[in-house]
């Protein structure tokens, strides 16, 4: 972990919590925060139904982001089963996650159109967290580093390197995704380094240097310590362990405990969780507190 870089840890709650079961999550977990949010970007991502519980909870006010698992690429329309950016903005979601690999093995999403919810994410002043990841195969075969490079590609194209510089990257290899096998931590160290590398060649090495790097596969408690020791590591995209309030805080704490208390981060994140000075919503870290509006398994 790069202490010039807020960390991010991410909850991915997939297909779990009904809206009370949300709340209590929150409740337990709010209940052991002490001010972890002020050096670590915590961001909660649960289904579609409980946005809403999560929001009126008061996360924002905790300095808590809330994201969404999906958004279409497109305003309104006939798109049945979808929802919006200008219907996520409404229950106070600040991030979205696009390109997992769930998404883009079981509902076919292309390249095209991660990149086209890459844009609109931007568009709407929010932060995309950006899925990336080979197949065990494609590890096998040798050819894992291009393929992250070519998704890497394709999600960025023609986005300009400050826009750029506002997404999270979550490598997350497919073979380690809810398997309860990880990658090794020097081996996600390396294809974080190569990611940054990628991400230079495509938006320039200030954008690249700004954009937070997340390890995803079977994260734990165990072995959070070992991914955050990798330099080009900046945190994690978390499933299974992010669906119980004590493992998710114990994620929580390590990552706090190794950022500095304020590290460098973009201008957007000033006004504070949920509100940006131009559009209304915050892409980067909170600041703040107690002054913004409500707003943000593997």
């Known amino acids: ?30 209940a052991r925060l002490a001010g972890e949010p002020d050096r670590v970007d915590v961001v909660v991502c649960p289904p579609y139904p409980a946005l809403p519980a999560l929001h009126e909870a008061g996360m924002a006010s905790r300095g808590v982001y809330l994201g969404a698992q999906n958004v279409h690429p497109a305003s309104r329309g006939a798109f049945t089963g979808e929802v919006s950016m200008e219907m996520l903005r409404a229950v106070g979601c600040t991030h ?29 002043g929010m932060t995309p967290i950006l899925c990336v990841g080979e197949s065990l195969a494609q590890r096998e075969a ?6 992250v490079a070519g998704q890497l590609a394709a999600a960025l194209e023609g986005v300009a390197p400050e826009r750029a510089s506002r997404v999270v ?14 990658a090794k931590a020097a081996d996600a160290g390396d294809m974080a ?6 991400l230079a ?31 080009e590591v900046d945190g994690a995209l978390v499933g299974t362990a992010s669906l119980d309030p004590e493992s998710f ?22 006004a504070g969780p949920g509100v940006s000075p131009d559009e209304g919503v915050g892409p980067a870290g909170p600041r703040g507190r107690g002054t913004a509006q409500e707003g943000d398994a593997q």
């Open 96 to 124: 979205v996650i696009v390109g997992h690999s769930e998404r883009r093995a079981q509902f076919a999403e292309s390249d095209e159109m991660v990149a086209g919810k890459v844009r609109a994410v931007l568009d709407g």
């Open 249 to 270: 805080f114990a994620l929580v704490a390590l990552a706090a405990a190794g950022s500095a208390a304020d590290p460098a981060r973009p201008a957007e994140a000033d």
């Open 193 to 198: 380094a190569k990611v940054r590398r990628r």
């Open 142 to 147: 040798g050819q894992a580093e291009a393929v």
């Open 201 to 231: 060649e495509l938006a320039g090495d200030t954008a690249a240097g700004r954009i937070r790097i997340l390890y995803g596969g079977s994260v734990s408690p165990d072995n959070f310590s070992g991914f955050l020791a990798q330099s």
């Open 1 to 30: 972990m790069n202490r010039n870089r807020r960390p991010v840890v991410a909850a991915n709650w997939k297909m779990h919590k009904t809206p009370e079961e949300a709340a209590a999550f929150w409740k337990a977990f709010s």
């Open 169 to 182: 990257v979550a490598y997350e290899p497919v073979w380690a995704i809810g398997t309860g096998r990880s």
